[in-house]
């Protein structure tokens, strides 16, 4: 079910907690965190204490486009995380039938594999975009995403298009603006690990870096920053 920025604003403005937005990859990173290096180890801890916080001290939000995009990939993600836990479950075997053989023992360790741990995760990251209140995409965030598009404006770029993350980012923008129009005094914080197309907490593409100023919105890049946030100790 989706709600209307109308009913974003109205669960919003019963408290001041900071809003924060988050996009497909870091919904889907919660998965992709147990095997990328370019991920914090503590990814899915922090996703999990988030889902906890929802309500209590943040506002998890995200659009249509998200869930709709997380359908459309989950079963890749998932396979790649199978893949790379047999890649996992090979090297230890190899690791451990070496070591017992030169250092005389006999330690065994258990196949991640036999776990089962791919399906447990898959929870965990669909429960997470299940707590976030999902944003309706309207006409007007499609019709200002093909203007970004055709300029070449962040997210879009030249041979990168990016339609669905530029209707993304007017969603949020859209429901940052209604908010703010409403006397919502929080903050606004849109979480993302994409810096190639977004930019970063501290150098914004343009014309995000506008977009977001003129609003009081803040771009996050580290779940541990989000965290912190939500636990009022940034």
Known sequence: MYNTIDDICNSCLH???PVI????CSILDIINSLHSNSL???Y???????IKLHKTSI???TSQN???????NIDNVLSTMDKEILKVDRNIRSMTSLSNLLLNASYQFPNISSLKITKHVRALSERFLNTCLHIERKDEHTLKAMQRVRKNEAPARKGKPEPKDCEIIECFLDTCKSLKSKGFKGRFLFFTANKDDFGSNKKLK???DRQFS???????NSIDHVLAIAKGQA
């Open 15 to 17: 408290s001041e907690f």
């Open 21 to 24: 937005f988050f996009d497909s």
């Open 40 to 42: 914090p180890e503590n």
């Open 44 to 50: 899915a801890l922090s996703a999990f204490e988030l």
């Open 59 to 61: 506002l998890l939000i």
């Open 66 to 72: 998200v869930c709709e995009e997380w359908k459309d």
């Open 206 to 208: 343009p014309p995000l």
């Open 214 to 220: 003129d609003i009081g919105a803040e771009l996050i």
